[in-house]
């Protein structure tokens, strides 16, 4: 008999022949066979992509139609466009500017095939993972991207861009690709292209540019919204970064020698970001303001808003918004004179006023005019605030005894409880709120020792203030070293007129794009931050300090302001600050309700709340340039205070406007 080992197998399978492992592992012949079918798929689904993709006619940039901005009437407001662009030759560029963008965005422009598969690579699995999705395109992909296709971030966009560059770089030549790109880039300042681009940064054109102001330029290409020195000392430090290392970059890709390199090292200093004619007044602030929630709220950028086509539609109110900017002009006009008295020069106004309700911002004063006056009075974070801030602790000091004190039977659980009738502050908490009325600050600086000043500090951004503008926790904090926004400051002190509940400012209720809802603005709804029965003793203590305030001969209050906060002469003098909201007719608050009678307003009441705006007004002087504020010393006449019963009136007479 023949051994087993002789006899066939009735079945051979996967590899004929072979024995243990190696029968289930494919031959060289398959891997082989495989890999290059896989190619040559590939290669054929890429030449059918190849062939299928055509390079579509050049884009209308949605800029060209404008955006416009609605009232909260749904009136039209203000409408921004079109395009700021200026189609030029390279011959109108210099050669300077040209080795500036290229060592910056692509060095290997002139030897590359127009397209990065690295960079494509790592687009394509960041958009997968959520990353972010710029880096790594070629100048002539961002060509592709500016003209021909939309800004989407997709990978449907992505690998169409991919493949229309290569048709592109086969297509036109090098110099064709860089001029293209040179006129559809975004600058910033409102600019598409290098003409465009000159003008706003520097007055002048494109041919007049030095290498300086080249690197500069070609520096804002990363990103306009983080590299335009006029927007913010953080813009202006990263800006000069980028600006050298362009420079040094030209250097390193033997563009620019190092003696060449050696006569720029001061910084070109841009002229002032400026607004167009049709956002004069009080319109390029709100517009300002709008762009920042837009921003906030959708991840939308100043690029993509340059682009238009949206209609948004805003919380401003028209009357108000002009009562408000009257009520700053009549006050500024009947006690301000700049000829007779030098201190009333660099006097600013900023004022915001926010609805209680739902956080929406009313009514704004930004400046004089935003086309002469760029920075943005009531969004600026560099006004102390003074005796305004005082409120917040007293509030501390209250909500840490609610925090402390056990909670008697049948009162109502949950935030928001009410404080029976007969409840009482500790004698500390009274004597603090005698001191708000009475303008003593050693009480506040002891209550910061007593509290905390971490607490004080979250509490205040609680009701709405920004972290980012709180000062350092320091022994002089609770008397106002921080620098809130007057939009911050009028939403914080909503907080103590609506019963402690607060609702984030906003101040676009909606926005469309082609028709189409742009996400994102979704309100939620107002939270409650402090104690209901905290909210009201600080509003009683506040109520005082209004009727005080107010109690000037030529004042002329429309009503009793339910929540009241003011800088006091004792302060610094670097600003001058006033918060209030007027009192509903119904309230029936009066003159007897301030000061240390505690149960001047009833549990359970939120007088003020509603549709009744808070407002806040700030006054302070800042010449143009100068790194510090001046002093209020001497404002408006010798008479001590005079200058800090300056946002009172404007408060005063904005409410009598009503």
């Given at each position: 008999m023949k051994g087993t080992k002789g006899r066939r197998r009735f079945i051979d399978y996967p590899r004929r022949g072979r024995e243990g492992l190696r029968r289930w592992l494919p031959s060289w012949r398959l891997w082989l066979g495989t890999l290059a079918f896989g190619i040559l798929s590939l290669a054929g689904l890429f030449a059918f992509v190849y062939a299928k993709i055509d390079i579509p006619d050049e884009n209308e940039l949605a800029g060209k139609e404008a955006t416009v901005y609605y009232w909260a009437d749904g009136s039209q407001m203000v409408s921004v466009g079109a395009v700021n662009r200026q189609n030029i030759t390279l011959d109108k560029v210099p050669d300077s500017v040209e080795n500036a963008v290229i060592s910056a965005e692509n060095a290997t422009f002139y030897s590359d095939p127009g397209v990065s598969v690295q960079g494509i690579a790592r687009a394509l699995v960041n958009m997968v993972s959520g990353e972010e999705t710029q880096g790594g395109s070629t100048i002539t992909q961002q060509y592709v991207k500016n003209t021909y296709l939309s800004q989407d971030q997709t990978v449907t966009r992505k690998l169409r861009e991919f493949i229309i560059a290569l048709k592109v770089?086969?297509?036109?030549?090098?110099?064709?690709?860089?001029?293209?790109?040179?006129?559809?880039?975004?600058?910033?300042?409102?600019?598409?292209?290098?003409?465009?681009?000159?003008?706003?940064?520097?007055?002048?054109?494109?041919?007049?540019?030095?290498?300086?102001?080249?690197?500069?330029?070609?520096?804002?290409?990363?990103?306009?919204?983080?590299?335009?020195?006029?927007?913010?000392?953080?813009?202006?430090?990263?800006?000069?970064?980028?600006?050298?290392?362009?420079?040094?970059?030209?250097?390193?890709?033997?563009?620019?020698?190092?003696?060449?390199?050696?006569?720029?090292?001061?910084?070109?200093?841009?002229?002032?970001?400026?607004?167009?004619?049709?956002?004069?007044?009080?319109?390029?602030?709100?517009?300002?303001?709008?762009?920042?929630?837009?921003?906030?709220?959708?991840?939308?950028?100043?690029?993509?808003?340059?682009?238009?086509?949206?209609?948004?539609?805003?919380?401003?109110?028209?009357?108000?918004?002009?009562?408000?900017?009257?009520?700053?002009?009549?006050?500024?006009?009947?006690?301000?004179?700049?000829?007779?008295?030098?201190?009333?020069?660099?006097?600013?106004?900023?004022?915001?006023?926010?609805?209680?309700?739902?956080?929406?911002?009313?009514?704004?004063?930004?400046?004089?005019?935003?086309?002469?006056?760029?920075?943005?009075?009531?969004?600026?974070?560099?006004?102390?605030?003074?005796?305004?801030?005082?409120?917040?602790?007293?509030?501390?000091?209250?909500?840490?005894?609610?925090?402390?004190?056990?909670?008697?039977?049948?009162?109502?659980?949950?935030?928001?409880?009410?404080?029976?009738?007969?409840?009482?502050?500790?004698?500390?908490?009274?004597?603090?709120?005698?001191?708000?009325?009475?303008?003593?600050?050693?009480?506040?600086?002891?209550?910061?020792?007593?509290?905390?000043?971490?607490?004080?500090?979250?509490?205040?951004?609680?009701?709405?203030?920004?972290?980012?503008?709180m000062a350092r926790l320091e022994q002089t904090f609770p008397l106002g070293t921080s620098a809130p926004s007057a939009i911050r400051m009028a939403s914080a002190y909503t907080t103590f007129a609506n019963g402690g509940l607060h609702a984030d400012p906003y101040a676009v209720s909606s926005m469309t794009h082609d028709g189409r809802t742009v996400p994102g603005f979704e309100r939620t709804v107002p939270q409650q931050v402090l104690d209901a029965g905290v909210a009201q003793q600080v509003t009683g203590a506040l109520e005082g300090v209004g009727w005080r305030t107010l109690g000037l001969p030529d004042a002329k209050p429309a009503g009793p302001p339910v929540a009241a906060g003011r800088t006091e002469p004792g302060d610094r003098m670097k600003s001058a600050w006033f918060i209030g909201s007027p009192a509903p007719a119904l309230a029936g608050t009066g003159p007897g309700t301030g000061g240390g009678n505690w149960g001047g307003v009833r549990p359970g009441t939120t007088p003020g709340a509603g549709d009744e705006p808070t407002t806040a007004v700030t006054m302070f002087r800042n010449q143009p340039g100068a790194p510090q504020l001046l002093g209020l010393q001497g404002v408006g006449g010798p008479r001590t205070g005079l200058g800090t019963s300056l946002p009172p009136k404007v408060w005063s007479a904005y409410q009598d406007a009503s």
């Open positions: 770089s086969n297509q036109k030549s090098k110099r064709d690709i860089l001029r293209g790109y040179l006129n559809t880039s975004w600058f910033g300042r409102g600019s598409y292209g290098i003409q465009a681009a000159a003008h706003a940064y520097y007055g002048i054109d494109a041919k007049n540019l030095s290498p300086s102001q080249g690197a500069l330029l070609a520096a804002t290409l990363k990103g306009a919204d983080q590299y335009d020195p006029g927007l913010s000392e953080a813009n202006h430090r990263r800006a000069v970064a980028r600006w050298r290392w362009i420079l040094d970059r030209q250097v390193a890709t033997g563009k620019m020698s190092e003696e060449e390199r050696a006569k720029y090292r001061t910084f070109p200093e841009p002229r002032p970001p400026s607004k167009p004619t049709s956002q004069a007044g009080q319109i390029g602030y709100l517009v300002d303001v709008a762009n920042k929630f837009i921003k906030a709220d959708t991840g939308l950028t100043d690029k993509d808003l340059a682009r238009g086509g949206y209609r948004v539609h805003t919380t401003f109110d028209k009357k108000r918004t002009r009562r408000l900017e009257a009520a700053v002009n009549t006050v500024r006009r009947e006690n301000l004179d700049p000829k007779v008295r030098p201190a009333d020069t660099f006097v600013e106004f900023g004022a915001a006023s926010v609805r209680p309700r739902d956080g929406a911002i009313v009514a704004l004063y930004g400046g004089a005019d935003a086309t002469r006056h760029f920075s943005n009075n009531a969004d600026t974070t560099a006004v102390p605030a003074g005796s305004a801030f005082k409120p917040f602790v007293l509030a501390a000091a209250l909500q840490q005894q609610v925090d402390t004190t056990p909670q008697p039977t049948g009162r109502p659980e949950g935030a928001g409880r009410a404080v029976p009738v007969d409840w009482r502050p500790d004698k500390a908490a009274a004597d603090l709120g005698s001191a708000l009325v009475q303008a003593q600050n050693p009480p506040f600086v002891q209550a910061g020792q007593r509290i905390g000043l971490a607490r004080i500090r979250d509490l205040a951004v609680a009701a709405g203030l920004r972290k980012e503008s």
